[in-house]
C-alpha cells in the first residue's frame, strides 16, 4: 500500500491529497495512512504535511526502486517488472537465477549497492552505494547461436545512444562495449548468454553506471580510467530517470534489430559511436598481443585489424589499449 | 574399497586372488572381503569363489558406471572424472550444476536411466535403463563466443566416427547434429553452452545413444525413426566400451579444432560423414518452410541451401527433413 500511497501523491503533486481522502480510498485508519508517510519520508521522499490541507509530495529521492524506474517509464517490456533490492552479490547472478526459474524477457534486476559487481574476464566492478546504475535485464530473443554476438553489439549502442543523450556529448564505445566519455570508463556491459543446442535460451545484461560519484569516490588504481556522469556534467542526476532512458533506448533497437535484417543498421550505428574505429590499437589476445589500426567491426562483433604489415586480422576476444591516430 | 578389490581382480582376471591376500591389502577382515564380493556380485559381475584358491572375476555386466568407464580409457581428461548415476532427471541438468561449482574439464555425468531426457527444442528424449548411454561431458574451451557453433560440429564429427568404428557401417550426421543408421536416429547430442561476454565459460555436451534396444523397446511413435546399435549391428554391446570410444574420438578431435586452424578439417570431416549435403530437404525455420538443396555447411555451422528459385539460403535454425536426391 506504501507504493500505491506514494503513487497517487506523485499523480496529485500540484495540490494536497487530505488524509481523509486517502483512509477511504485504501479503506484504512488515519494512523495507518501517516505510518506509510513516514516510512516514504524514511526512504528519503520529501513530503509535506499540512493539517486540514493534507500531504503533498515535493521531492522525490534518488532511489533506483521498483516504482522509481516504472514511473513514467515508456517501454513495453524492459524494465516493467523489476526487482530492486538494496545489496546484492551480483545483479547478473540475480538475473541469472530469476531467468532459470522462467521469468519473462524484460524483468530488470537493479541495485542500489552491489558487493561482488562482476566485470568481464572474471573482473571485479566496483559497485558502490547510492551513486551508480547497478542493473540486470533478462532477454530472450528468438535468435540462431550465430547472432548471438550482434545481440552484445545492440547493448552497447543502445547504452551510449541513452548517455550521449543525457549527457549531451558522445559516449563512444570502446570495443567490446566499454562506454567511455572523455578516454574515461563510465559503463561497462557484462552479457552473459545461455544457449542450447544452436539456439539462444536466455541473456542476461549486466549494465554498470557511475553516475554519482565524484573522482576522489574511486579506487586510487581506477581515478585515472573512470569518470561518472556527474564527473562530466557537473551535476546529480536521478538514477532512476538515467535507467530510464537507458531501458527505453534499448527496447527500440533490440526490437529493431529482432526484425529481420535488424542488424545493418545496429553495425552501423556501432560504428558511428565508436571511438575504436581508424585508431592504432594494441590488443591483448589470449594468443599474444596485436598491434594495428582498427578498420572495421564484422558481423560476429570481430574487430578488424590492419596489422603493421598490412595483414588483416580479426580479433574475436582481447583487451584493446586505444592511441591517437597515426 | 569395493571399487578397488574390483580394479584388483581386473587385473588379475587370469588367475585367482586369494581371499587371504586381498585382507593384506586392504588391512581388513575376510568377512568384510566377502561382503564387497557379493555386492559386486549383485552388481551383475561374475566372480567365482574357490575354496584354497580365491576369487576370480569371469564377466562384467553392461554398466555404465565410473569403473566401467574408467577401464582401459585412452583419454587424458575425457571421462577420468566421472558421475555415474542410477537414474536422474537430466544428465545435462546435473553437469550444468556442476559445471557451475566449477567441475573442470572432462568431467562426465553419466546415468543409467533418465527420466527428464531432454532433446532440442524442448523436446523430451525417451532415456530407458539398461539400455543407452545418456552422458553429459563439461568442456571448457577458452574460445571467442563466435566460433562456439563449431564445437558442436565438432561433437557431432567425433560421435559419427565412433560410432562408425564401432557399427563398421558409416554413421550419418543429419544437420545439425543428429546421428542416422539407415535413415533413422541412433544418437541425439544437445549441447549448452554458458556465455559470458564474448567469451565461453562452460559447454555442457549431451550424448543420447540407444545401444541395447530393440524394436518393440522403443514407444509407438519412434518405431518409425529409431534405431539402436543392436539394431544395426545384431549383437549387444557393452554400452561402457562404446561410450569409451566416443569420449576417446571426441577428446582427439576436440584437441586438433583448439589447436589453431583446427576448424577445417572438422568441416571436412562434418561433410564426409554428413547425410545431408546434396539432399533435398525441407526445413522448418521459425520463420517458415525453406525447400531446397543443401549444398554446404558455413563456417557457423549454418547449413547453406540452394532453393527453388537458386537462391542461396543460410539455415541457423531448423527441423530438417531429407528427401532422395532429385
Known sequence: MKEQI????????????????????????????????????????????VRNRGYRL??????????????????????QYVVDLKNTGSTNVIAAKLADEGEPEGTLVIADQQ????????????????????????????????????LTLVAAVAVSLALTEIVGQKAGIKWPNDIL???????????EMNMESEEINSVIVGIGVNVNQELHDFPLELQDRATSLRMVTGQRLQRAAAAQRILEQFEVLYDLFLREGGFAPIRELWKRQSVTIGKQVVAQTPRG?????????DEMGALVLRDEQGQVQKIYSADILLAPPV
Chains 1, 2 share one sequence.
Request: a positive charge; proline letters at 4%.
Open 115 to 150: 558487493t561482488g559487481g562482476k566485470g568481464r574476464r572474471g573482473r571485479a566492478w566496483y559497485s558502490p552505494g547510492g551513486t551508480g546504475i547497478w542493473m540486470s535485464l533478462i532477454l530472450r530473443p528468438e535468435l540462431p547461436m550465430a547472432q548471438a554476438p550482434q
Open 58 to 79: 515535493l521531492a522525490v529521492p534518488d532511489l533506483v526502486t521498483g516504482s522509481e524506474i516504472r514511473n513514467g517509464l515508456q517501454t513495453r517490456r524492459f524494465g
Open 181 to 191: 566519455f572523455e578516454d574515461r570508463k563510465v559503463c561497462g556491459i557484462l552479457t
Open 289 to 297: 598481443v596485436i598491434k594495428g589500426i582498427a578498420v572495421d567491426i
Open 6 to 49: 506514494l503513487e497517487l501523491l506523485r499523480q496529485h503533486s500540484d495540490k494536497y491529497m487530505s488524509g481523509e481522502e486517502l483512509c477511504k480510498r485504501f479503506a484504512v485508519s488515519r494512523t495507518a495512512i501517516w505510518k506509510h508517510i513516514k516510512d516514504l519520508q524514511e526512504d528519503g521522499y520529501q513530503i509535506e504535511g
